[in-house]
């Protein structure tokens, strides 16, 4: 039995796994999970990008369930061993195959670093990051209500002062975070970042230092293996004028309202 990796390319650690298997030629078998099961959230947008999209068959959310004790993606299963969490997964890849030292160092001051960032990350990025989406587009699309205006206005302002945090503290004047080459930091950090972008919120647009590590950070995963894995986010918008079935209306709703109180 191979290598299976249970994601949905919707979620930002989900993408990170992705990119950072492909990147590295991992083989591995793509097991496509919804994460809104039964919605249309599930499904692939039409293509638009050029891009190939990555290969699944049907969802395997059971599956998934049954690989991940917390029930969550993503998800390794690889022979009869199960792993969850994203940064667990991504250590576990890095050290079984063997990937480049870049991606987390031998070097201790560096891998130091790499556990430094990725401890902060939580607390920060990604505590403000994905609410956009969920503001912009997935709230307005379960409750059919849009939220008020500030309410985004109020997370883009704690996004803002931990992108403030992320250029002065950790990026500074080096081409990635720990130094001249990418590391698992940069791929976790870059994904989050980019869910305001697929909503319309473009965190790079008036910050050139940030958006020139972005730009670093594509170069070296690969443009095309980039944008592949973000084609989904990318055209999340496009589900605004989908209808969903009430009955999943009202059993999310309450749920999503709830996230952001």
């Not at 587009?137 to 992320?166: A, D, Y």
């Not at 443009?223 to 592949?228: A, C, G, S, T, V």
Request: hydrophobic content about 40%; some cysteine.
């Amino acid at each position: 039995m191979g290598l299976e990796l249970y994601l949905d390319l919707l979620s930002q650690p989900c993408r990170s796994i992705y990119i950072f298997a492909r990147s590295n030629n991992i083989p591995f078998e793509f097991k496509h999970v919804e994460l809104f099961k039964g919605s249309v959230l599930g499904k692939r947008p039409p293509a638009g990008s050029g891009a190939e999209q990555p290969r699944a068959g049907p969802s395997d959310s059971e599956g998934a369930g049954k690989v991940s004790l917390l029930k969550k993606v993503p998800a390794l299963k690889d022979g009869d061993f199960t792993l969850a969490e994203c940064t667990a997964i991504l250590l576990y890849l890095s050290r079984k195959y063997n990937t480049p030292d870049h991606w987390y160092p031998s070097d201790i001051q560096k891998r130091a670093r790499v556990d430094e960032y990725l401890s902060w990350h939580h607390t920060n990025i990604r505590a403000n990051a994905p609410k956009t989406m969920w503001i912009k587009v997935l709230i307005p699309l379960f409750t059919g209500q849009p939220l008020p205006s500030e309410k985004l206005q109020e997370v883009m302002e704690g996004l803002s002062t931990s992108l403030k945090q992320f250029e002065e503290r950790f990026l500074q004047d080096k081409a990635f975070i720990i130094g001249s080459e990418i590391s698992l930091a940069d791929l976790v950090a870059i994904v989050e970042l980019m869910q305001p972008v697929g909503v319309g919120c473009d965190i790079f647009e008036d910050r050139p230092r940030l958006r020139e590590w972005r730009r670093r950070v594509e170069d070296a995963v690969g443009k095309e293996l980039f944008f592949q894995a973000h084609e989904m986010i990318l055209n999340i918008k496009e589900l605004s004028n989908i209808q969903i079935d009430p009955q999943l209306k009202e059993q999310l709703a309450p749920v999503l309202m709830k996230m952001l109180k």
